[in-house]
């Protein structure tokens, strides 16, 4: 089995992601070498990934890929993919992943297999597990073609540094003629410096419970004190309280922080199907009946605006944030 990881850069280094990507990849690789890809980075930041086991890495050179469209992105790896013949294709399911993968998959005439929880080496075939019916359910699956194209859950394979080994870098100029490598830009969101809800370990997230977008503050100061991601429910984006890149759920981002704290939150299905693999789970709600009690491993049955400055204060005692 041969494997093309998709990375993508941050800051030094890469994503968690792409770190978790990589460590799938040698797991069920069976000690085959897992090559990857990533668009507009640096050798030193790719060098980062040498101690989680990537064997080599294609870099496309050019800040221009930052501004191309997924379907000119996607035809890149799908000939880096050829060029290099990878059975396996390896995304992060984050906005990136599913953005690329089914055009990748489409261009190699190969099956796709999203958000998967697991993969599986079965005698050099590729096979994973998914949830289904919203969580409810995990079916395996693997793909009847000859290659393979699979998004993975953030936040769920655990990355492993191994014994360093030696990272080989190569440039890849895709043919791509130049004069459609052109994208306009509708607008721009300006970063804050807030965390990224499919980067965090940890995540606290307001619903309807808080009443209105004034009362968000405070789900902002107890992921303050905690070092967290701010997230939203549906209920609450849909009203145009929070943006769209805060919700979490089945419609929003899936998520599977470390912990994840449900602040005013009932738990109806779509909530859950996007944060229930969350290792540590926390509930605050006032109705002892929520579903999300139904999930939660730690549950305060309470009013969101006693308990929740109440939280706050004692962890920011606690690590002083």
């Known amino acids: 089995m041969s494997i093309l990881v998709v990375l993508e850069p941050s800051g030094d280094g890469l994503k968690r992601t792409s770190y978790e990507a990589i460590t799938a990849a040698v797991s069920c690789a069976a000690g ?4 990857g890809i990533i668009f507009d980075a640096t050798e030193s930041q790719v060098s980062s990934a040498s101690i989680y086991g990537l064997s080599s890495c294609m870099i496309v050179h050019g800040p221009e890929w930052n501004q191309l469209q997924s379907s000119f992105i996607a035809s890149a790896v799908a000939e880096a993919a050829t060029s290099i013949d990878v059975t396996t294709v390896i995304f992060a399911a984050n906005a990136y992943g599913k953005s690329i993968a089914p055009r990748v998959a489409v261009r190699l005439s190969a099956g796709l297999i999203t958000d998967c929880v697991e993969l599986q080496n079965n005698a050099g075939t590729l096979a994973a597990v998914r949830p ?11 793909s009847v073609t000859a290659k393979t194209v699979v998004t993975l859950r ?21 043919s791509i003629a130049s004069d459609v490598r052109t994208a306009s830009v509708t607008g721009h969101i300006i970063n804050e410096g807030t965390l990224d809800v499919s980067e965090a370990d940890i995540i606290v997230s307001g619903g309807r419970g808080l009443k209105g977008p004034e009362h968000f503050h405070l789900v902002e100061n107890l992921a303050k004190s905690l070092g967290a991601a701010v997230g939203a429910s549906r209920a609450v984006v849909d009203a145009g309280w929070r943006p769209h890149r805060e919700q979490v759920g089945q419609t929003g981002k899936t998520v599977s922080p470390t912990m994840y704290v449900a602040c005013g939150i009932s738990g109806a299905v779509q909530h859950l199907a996007g944060m229930s693999t969350s290792k540590i789970i926390v509930a605050v709600n006032k109705d002892k009946d929520a579903p999300i009690f139904t999930v939660a491993d730690y549950g305060i049955v309470g009013d969101v605006f006693e308990v929740l400055p109440k939280l706050a204060t004692a962890i920011s005692t606690v690590t002083g944030k």
């Open 32 to 35: 085959a070498p897992v090559q």
């Open 132 to 142: 289904v019916y919203s969580g409810k359910a995990r079916v395996s699956v693997h």
């Open 154 to 174: 953030p936040n769920v394979f655990t990355a492993k540094q191994t014994v360093a080994t030696s990272l080989s870098t190569s440039a890849f100029t895709p």
